[in-house]
């Protein structure tokens, strides 16, 4: 598929999803949002992709929703689907990175706010260098938080941070955002998607039924009680030991202590 919006390529059993409108610092606007979508659902059935990295083009990881054609109010949408869309395009969004059961990497190259600040948050990991910025900005807007900022920021750095950043929109710089937690690693920029590769490399050499069932059965456990959460891992067991290859190969490699060669089957 040919994109306008968007860079995607593929690096063995890594891919990398760039948002690409640099002039807007990758503002998430209709084209952008459609080719997002149609990029991740191919990730999805793409079974020789294991892990997906999230970054941006320029100085920019994402400035949060294009309000270039902003009226100042929420619109309602022509057809009747729209008026009754409950979530809106931020919601379906917002579900977009988390629900791919596949680990997200985002690469977070720059300023990293709004929508776009929520995007990097519904990531698995976050890996960012010296120019990585967060800022919340919603209040600074007239709006509260959507995009699933207010699931996602609580989880990562807890409810009285994340009322801190809401509250405030104040600028977070690439060294507090380490010591909160909204970066998971910090490394010099001339590297960073080169780090961010080495990680979704040290992911993609483990079984990938079993590494995708790693994200389900961890998602789950925040909305699980421990007796839920048990009876989920021993679901997730089963789902994991449906690849009988890798489970012979994972035992060969070992008793010839060689490293495995693992395919999903």
Known sequence: MTYRSILFEKRGHVAILTLNKPDRLNAIG???RSEVHAC???VTNDDDVRVLIVTGAGRGF?????LTNATGTLPRGDSQNERLDEVGWVGRWARLFHDLDKPVIAAVNGIAAGAG???ALAADLRIGSEQTRFKSVFIERSLSPDSGLSYFLPRVVGYARAA???FTSRTVGAEEAFRLGLLDRLVAHDVLLEEAMKLANEMT???PLALRTSKRVLQHSFEADLDD???YESTGLGFA???PNDAKESLQAFREKRLPKYTGT
């Open 62 to 66: 994402c400035s949060g929703a294009d």
């Open 241 to 243: 030991r449906r690849a």
């Open 205 to 207: 050499r483990w079984p």
């Open 117 to 119: 600040m929520s995007t």
């Open 164 to 166: 801190d950043l809401i």
């Open 40 to 42: 991740v659902s191919d």
């Open 30 to 32: 209709a084209e952008l």
């Open 229 to 231: 959460a048990l009876k």
